[in-house]
């Protein structure tokens, strides 16, 4: 399978290609050239299959060509090593729960896929994997790549301008896992970073990649609990929806790429914070990005959504098409507090910020529409968000095991300044 840029359908790169740059050079987003389609057969007995087996077909579609039949039964297997349940929280109304891996969030999916493929992809060589985070993407990234050989993580994260879990999650780990304590803010990683990928020098003694959230290794795989969630729905006559708490549009764009394999979804909720570029957008407006506004569901506190071109790329760029299949609404934040606490006092279920903002935008697209089936995508444990789901409750969050675990581990850093010569200097010594 060849990859295209979404800024020039006719620059075309192999899987390798496209997984190790993350972005094309005119900064499009690869997709895939074709998208390949799931026979009818698999696709009715998709409720006959587990996860793992889903993950083969689907894996096997899109990747076949360019990986064995052994690399891909080890590649989804190390990917799905954890659960997705569906839970039924009301009538005709689900949840697909994708917290249940070692950072409880479903950005493990991606990495998790993505680690495996790029040390499958590389072999000899060893890659350096360059994240600068402000928290979630750092934890996803390190436990995602965690011992998996081939490949080290350098995390670069701003000292003092994360959470003490957050921290805990990518600087206790060790082995491959190397994280730097910036004497700056965010930017500074960020900069640091990108100043490596442009410097000759270290560019030829030594292999550096990114795992973004745009690299097709992670947003791929995402595909793969839809049709999970699809299969373990209840068989009738009712229109599937599934509402998606968008940021950058990566999974949404999972859902639709999985919708244009051939499993029969009728349509999509992109539900957002009041960060509403694209439910504007559907409703007419001009996509236009605008600075990102603070609130409680802050992995989605996004206002240029990277992944909105790879929405209208599986539209075959039909924007009527996009409109008609995608409805967004966005919702303020006391709204979500308000119906975080409706839903726990009237169904027991405790849902975190993100999941809640899905939930109301289901909720929106039900009330002008009858006979559906919804799925609410559940995109992180309300522990990670303990602070504002704490205070909507009056109550406390009991935190999983594995993530109390984190917080009794030993930080292991290395301080760095604000200076990119710091930071080069640490890679060459490596
Ligand atoms: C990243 C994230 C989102 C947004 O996902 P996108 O793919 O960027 O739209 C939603 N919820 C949580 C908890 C996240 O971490």
């Not at 026979?39 to 993950?55: C, D, H, R, T």
């Not at 990683?189 to 990928?197: D, L, N, P």
């Amino acid at each position: 399978m060849k990859f295209y840029s979404t800024n020039n359908k006719d620059h075309k790169v192999s899987l390798k290609e496209a997984v190790i740059k993350g972005l094309a050079p005119d900064q499009g987003l690869y997709m895939p050239e074709q998208i390949p389609q799931l026979p009818a057969s698999v696709i009715e007995n998709l409720s006959k299959l587990s996860f793992q087996e889903i993950g083969y077909e689907v894996i096997g579609a899109i990747f076949g060509e360019d990986l064995s039949h052994d690399e891909i039964t080890e590649l989804v297997d190390h990917t799905l090593a954890f659960d997705a349940p569906l839970v039924e929280v009301e009538k005709d109304i689900y949840t697909l729960e994708l917290f249940h891996g070692p950072t409880l969030a479903f950005k493990d999916f991606g990495a998790r896929f993505c680690s495996k493929l790029m040390s499958m992809l590389v072999e000899e060589e060893k890659v350096r994997v360059l994240v600068a985070t402000s928290g979630d993407t750092g934890s996803a990234v390190a436990n995602g790549f965690y011992k998996v050989p081939g490949v080290e993580v350098i995390i670069l994260y701003p000292s003092g301008k994360v959470s003490v879990l957050q921290e805990k999650q990518f600087t206790t780990l060790g082995e491959n896992v190397k994280a730097l304590e910036v004497d700056g803010v965010f930017d500074d990683c960020q900069r640091m970073v990108k100043e490596a990928f442009l410097d000759r020098e270290l560019n030829e003694k030594m292999l550096l990649t990114s795992a973004n959230s745009i690299n097709v290794a992670r947003w791929i795989p995402q595909c793969l609990y839809y049709f999970y969630a699809y299969s373990r729905l209840p068989k009738n006559s009712k229109k599937v929806i599934f509402s998606v708490p968008s940021g950058n549009f990566g999974n949404i764009a999972a859902g639709i790429l999985a919708e244009r394999m051939g499993l029969p979804i009728d349509g999509f909720v992109a539900s957002t914070n009041v960060n509403k570029v694209v439910p504007d957008y559907l409703k007419g407006v001009p996509f236009r990005a605008r600075p990102s506004l603070q609130t409680i569901s802050n992995s989605m506190d996004v206002g240029n959504p990277s992944n909105f071109y790879r929405l209208l790329a599986l539209y075959g760029g039909d924007e009527d098409l996009l409109k008609e299949k995608v409805k967004g609404y966005f919702f303020d934040d006391a709204t979500t507090r308000e119906v975080m606490k409706e839903v726990k006092d009237a169904q027991g279920y405790v849902m975190d910020p993100h999941g809640a903002v899905a939930y109301l935008g289901l909720k929106e697209y039900m009330e002008s529409n009858s006979d559906v089936l919804g799925v609410f995508l559940e995109t992180a444990h309300p522990g990670k968000f303990r602070d504002v789901v704490e205070a909507v409750h009056q109550e406390e969050v009991i935190l999983p095991k594995r993530l109390a675990e984190f917080l009794e581990g030993k930080k292991k850093v290395e301080k760095l300044p604000n200076d990119f010569m710091a930071f080069k200097k640490y890679l060459m010594a490596e």
